[in-house]
């Protein structure tokens, strides 16, 4: 396997990216990239079948419009990471800003502990393309809001948390919110819909606590035992009844 | 129902003495006006939406259409119009949508600004046998270049050109996408700006399949909901437009009815087939200008920095100052839409009320840009309500580099402005997804019309620039001092920066 390494020591990110896209055009299959220090867009519109392994601190937008590598950063990103993001995976080992997975259309991002505000806007589905992101923390308000496809799965492996955040799945009219434990009606946003998990949704989300677990060497028994709230979308067709004809 | 029926928009009539009943006007109307009862046309005129199908096919010119044969009482200020809506809303309780572009009568300010011709002094020149430079480039073009002379007197250049975009002429089609329009139509609309040598907007549908061969005369659209985005649209585009706004429904978003969204269009734009397609008003990644500067260099950094970055924003009141932040946010044009622009649907307080005219934006803007020194650093498009090469030659005169025109193309493919594009049957195969009716439009001939009409204008650009003593369209821009104000307000006279007829 080739593998390739980079310092990100003082480059801006547009050499940095050049250096990334290089090396996968030359066949690397691991790209190790040390020293990250702010740089945005990290693997921005990156193809093939690569890892990359981020160290440090990523700036916004990484893995923004990405299709197929796979991610995995030992620190926190800045905002949006997976932006629009098509294929692959991003692994976060922290935390992450806001709007993380935004637009996300396919692919998979975990982030290990928390995230800021809007996580997962308006996520959408298409075919085999489910984006998926789970969240080992918990995310502040309006998680899941616009939200037209996918699936956003919430841990809260903290005590917490989230008993707070107001607009969970504000407009969503797709797709589906797995937040471990309950969630006070207060927290919901606009159009949302709350059931307890079953016993078949339970099972669907449990390869991902597994996927999860197995990542950042977390024990998953604890996430295995647990209620599940599930959010989905009061209807499919918010607008509907809207709009009269001139 | 205590409102009762409103008086019908369109009388239809068939005169039978020319009438033969070859029964046309049923097969074309997809309105459901016409039937045929016992070998004899019958009609439905309450379908009639006066979009002229059936004229236009009938072989004996045996119909005819009259507007509001049976009209309220008029009145100033409670007209027709206000009326039905407040009908339509004791109705329903619902807010209206509408087609098409702004439907009140607000003045025209193209239609007060005459153009300049040279008599006896600076003689005018003759197109036919003068070169005339319609060539536009439009990017960013460098604030200076550095030199280098080498030993042997060639000159080298050393400064580094960013990518722009090399047009034949400063016309190209804005962003109508699929699923507004039919294929049928993108298709006539790609083929003739190939053929041209300009460049037509995706829309925010993504780009089908089908249309790869033009890609090349293509701007790709991003929007807020990133309908048909991924990688591979953004490399196949000529250019990649952010759109923030449109004139036609200025700080909303917009949603495709899923009834709308069929298996092709559902292909495309990258969503479940009969899904709502809903684009938020903003930008859930743009909230600042520096967020704006993120999204743009976050598409430069994933097409390699080979593409120029268009932002386009409805005309509003602070359009200018917005371009100046634009013009920093490393964007290589801005587009202007106007509150004339067109759309499939919007809300018709939005169309009617919403914005400011695309004359005054785009004056202003310049303006702006220049007194900043920031103009190189941005191409302005200008769109929403050209009409003509009139439209065109005064609108680069108040500081344009080139504009998008939408509904003047499709009445090149025969639409006969009757909107009610929200409908998803329009009869000339173009705002409508329907397969027996988009096959009324043969991309063949429609690229022909459609590109007949940008040569004409052309032309006729041409023509003016020469008789005014321009051969270049460089000198055109921004050229204030060839246009009269005819009967404007001398505030708009001020905005405008021109002085009035006489001066």
Sequence with gaps: ?246 | MSIGTVPMKFRVSIDQEQCMACARCVENCSYGVFRMENGVVRVNPRHCVACHRCLAMCPRDAISIEERPVDYRSHPLWTTEVKEAIFNQARTGKIIVAGMGNALPYPVIFDRLVLDACQVTNPSIDPLREPMELRTYLGKKPSHLDLLTKENGDVELVSTLVPNLKLDTPIMIGHMSYGAISLNAQTSLAKAVNEIGTFMGTGEGGLHESLYPYQGNMIVQVASGRFGVDINYLERGAAIEIKIGQGAKPGIGGHLPGEKVNKEVSVTRMIPEGSDAISPAPHHDIYSIEDLKQLVRGLKEATEWKKPVFVKIAAVHNSAAIAAGIARSSADAIVIDGFRGGTGAAPRVFRDHVGIPVEAAIASVDAKLRQQGIRNEVSVIASGGIRESADVAKIIALGADAVYIGTAALIALGCRVCGTCNRGVCAWGIATQRADLVSRLDPEIGSKQVANLIHGWTDELAELMGAAGINSIESLRGNRDRLRSYMLDEALMTVLDVKSVGA
């Design chain 1, 1 to 246: 396997m080739k593998t390739v390494e980079i310092d990100a020591k003082d480059l801006h990110y547009t050499p940095l990216n050049l250096q990334i896209r290089k090396a996968v055009s030359e066949g690397a299959k691991e790209i190790t990239v040390r020293n990250i220090m702010g740089q945005r867009f990290i693997a921005d519109g990156l193809k093939g079948d690569v890892s990359l392994i981020l160290h440090g601190v990523a700036g916004g937008d990484l893995g923004m419009f990405m299709s197929g590598p796979d991610v995995t950063l030992y620190g926190n990103a800045d905002h949006a990471p997976g932006n629009t993001m098509d294929a692959g995976s991003i692994a976060i080992h922290g935390s992450a800003g806001d709007a993380v997975a935004h637009s996300m259309r396919g692919g998979k991002i975990f982030v290990r502990d928390t995230i800021g505000y809007r996580g997962g806007i308006h996520m959408k589905q298409y075919l085999e393309k489910r984006p998926v992101l789970v969240l080992g923390g918990s995310a502040r308000s309006f998680l899941g809001e616009y939200m037209a496809g996918g699936l956003i799965l919430v841990l809260r492996r903290f005590p917490d948390t989230m008993d707070d955040e107001r607009g969970i799945g504000s407009g969503i009219h797709g797709g589906e919110i797995f937040i471990r434990g309950t969630i006070s009606d207060d927290c919901l946003g606009v159009g949302t819909k709350k059931d307890t998990c079953s016993m078949e949704e339970i099972a669907r989300i449990t390869p991902l606590i597994h996927e999860f677990a197995a990542k950042f060497e977390i024990d998953p028994s604890q996430f295995l035992k647990s209620e599940y709230t599930r959010i989905s979308p009061a209807s499919g067709r918010p607008f509907a009844n809207k709009y009269t004809w001139e």
